[in-house]
């Protein structure tokens, strides 16, 4: 699976390394391009996942705010309803195109 951000692919990754999570697949954290992503001040926290770090993309040509997200210490409890430690892994936005 590839993410892709006005031509520049930002993460790559096999299917089965990747987590679903509410529609939305989670890519590794090695798996995405170094410098790609600036953290942003942007503050979220999910009820059932946990305090969520924003990041703008950095696709070369500009940067584009708030496109991509991760749970760098997710609940514990939220990994019994994941199945899976999805901690650090990086969700894209709609904009953001991720196809096999």
Not at 41 to 53: D, H, S
């Amino acid at each position: 699976m590839k993410a892709v951000l006005a031509g520049t692919v930002i993460a790559e990754a096999d299917e089965k390394d990747l987590i679903e999570i509410e529609g939305n697949w989670y890519f590794p954290p090695a798996s995405v391009a170094p410098g790609a992503l600036v953290e942003s001040p942007t503050p979220y926290t999910c009820p059932w996942k946990g305090v969520c770090q924003y990041y703008s993309i950095d696709d070369g040509q500009g940067v584009h705010k708030d496109l991509a997200w991760s749970y760098p210490n997710p609940y514990p409890s939220a990994f019994d309803r994941v199945g899976k430690d999805f901690s650090g892994y990086v969700a894209f936005a709609p904009g953001v195109d991720v196809t096999p």
